[in-house]
């Protein structure tokens, strides 16, 4: 029987290949280019990359699977104690070229941590689907979250609201006054055996919030690709371009972990914009659709009728 790590490896193989399938049907014209690598201290990753599509403009579709000694930096960002460490995950941000088509970000992983005899003493699964829109679209709001529900109540009722909450909280640039960096959707992480659910219901979790991505993501792109825009849509989608390299770059724990245990750069930062725009002070219109869509990211809104 293959062990937990080595089943779940295989299982983000399988899902970056369809999920990469997937992305090039909607686009039609790019496809994506493995650049497979090696990390020193140990373990490697397929970084899978596509750019200058007539959808995508960028995004990556990432693979990692490494191990090695843990630093102490690297132990005090995850607020953990272990001698060493494996990890394993898939990420993936997607940035189209259309300012009406929402940028969108999923990661799943699995970490588990070792004594100095090599011995297991922490594992956990983590992960979860988001979505930033740069205009909005309440529909596409509620059908994208409805997908995450789904996925969650298929296994515990409770978990789509506690997720999406997290999720609300976590991708938020707290130094902008809690600005939110999109509309959200379920992020979870040091997801333990308990009394009530054990690591393989982790997994089984994981990874069917996985197989549901394209589901919740390509109806949205193939309702808005074609969506006429100016030069002044384009230009609000790089001023929030710009929150969204704030965030990666100053709270994201992935990003962190990342540098702090000798990832690799190319990758690690895969998930940045190829344009963003850093206006001084800028602030929409009162009554645009741009301040539209400011009032929800400042103030998280229950897209679904969710008791």
């Known amino acids: 029987m293959n062990s937990l ?4 490896t295989q299982h983000l193989r399988i899902l970056q290949s369809e999920i990469c399938q997937g992305l090039e049907q909607e686009d039609g014209k790019a496809e ?3 650049d497979v690598w090696e990390r020193q201290g140990g373990g490697g ?5 596509i750019s200058r599509g007539d959808v995508f403009e960028k995004g990556g579709v990432n693979i990692s699977v490494v191990h090695g000694d843990l630093s102490p930096q690297a132990a005090q960002q995850l607020n953990v104690h272990g001698k ?3 990890a394993c995950g898939l990420s993936l941000v997607i940035h189209p070229f259309n300012p009406f088509v929402p940028t969108v970000h999923a990661n799943w992983r699995y970490f588990e941590l070792y004594d100095e005899n090599g011995l297991p003493v922490d594992q956990w699964f983590g ?6 829109p740069y205009y909005l679209f309440e529909e596409d709001a509620t059908y994208f979250h409805s997908v995450q529900k789904k996925c969650c109540d298929g296994f515990d009722t409770a978990l789509y609201r506690k997720f999406k ?7 938020s640039n707290h130094h ?3 600005e939110r960096r999109g509309i959200g959707g379920i992020f979870f992480d040091h997801c333990r055996e308990d009394a009530q659910h054990d690591l393989n219901f982790w ?8 197989k549901v991505f394209l589901d919740g993501y390509l109806p949205i792109v193939t309702r808005r690709k074609t969506t006429s825009f100016a030069d002044k849509h384009k230009y609000w989608q790089e001023i929030r371009r710009g929150r969204y390299v704030e965030f990666n770059l100053i709270h994201d724990r992935g990003t962190l972990f990342g540098i702090r245990t000798n990832g690799r750069t190319e990758s690690i930062l895969m998930s940045l914009p190829p344009t963003v725009r850093f206006d001084y002070n800028d602030i929409p219109a009162t009554g645009s659709e741009e301040e539209k869509l400011m009032n929800v990211l400042m103030h998280p809104k229950q897209w679904l009728n969710d008791k």
Do not use: M, P, W
Not at 45 to 49: E, L
């Open 203 to 210: 997994k089984r979790f994981t990874e069917a919030n996985g």
């Open 84 to 86: 060493s460490f494996f």
């Open 32 to 34: 994506f280019i493995s």
């Open 5 to 8: 790590k080595d089943q779940f």
């Open 45 to 49: 990753g397929d970084s899978r990359v």
């Open 127 to 132: 992960g979860g689907t988001d979505l930033t």
């Open 165 to 171: 909450e997290q999720c609300d909280n976590y991708f």
């Open 176 to 178: 902008r006054g809690e």
